[in-house]
């Protein structure tokens, strides 16, 4: 079930990278990001930072979502690790975070990236710190 009740809007980062938070909900969440040129390293395919940083953006708000825009929730990243597992094929990437547990002031989550055509781009695991409601 998506959930688009509760979208925020952009903020710097989300603008300069181009992606959208597609889907999000309680533990989970999905960021998505048309593969442009901007997003390539010197071999042509997507930098590995901006697939870190997609990575990070889902598990985070996977372990976000209140329900009210009124009221967010915010975390910041304790520790983030990435596999890269290959390269994309397709022309956008789609991240996805799971929170998979934790408790009041930190929680561990877990995401991966496909591409539009299936292929698994990159896998991830971190711990974020609740911050300020």
């Keep these: ?3 688009k ?3 925020e809007a952009p903020y710097p980062w989300q603008e300069t990278l181009g992606f959208d938070v597609s889907d999000w909900g309680p533990d989970h969440a ?3 990001v048309p593969i442009e040129t901007k997003h390539e390293n010197r071999y042509g395919i997507p930098h590995g930072g901006v697939l870190a940083s997609i990575l990070d953006t889902a598990m985070g708000f996977a372990g976000c979502y209140t329900g009210d825009p009124e009221h967010p929730q915010m975390a910041m990243t304790l520790n983030l690790s990435v596999n890269y597992l290959s390269v994309a094929k ?3 990437l789609i991240a996805t975070g ?3 547990g934790g408790g009041a002031k930190t929680f561990f989550a877990e995401g991966r990236i496909m591409d539009n055509e299936g ?3 990159a896998t991830a ?3 974020f710190r609740y911050r300020g409601r």
């Design 1 to 3: 079930m998506k959930q």
């Design 5 to 7: 009740d509760v979208k």
């Design 30 to 32: 999905e960021v998505t």
């Design 90 to 92: 397709g022309n956008l």
């Design 98 to 100: 799971r929170r998979t």
């Design 119 to 121: 292929i698994l781009v």
């Design 125 to 127: 695991t971190g711990v």
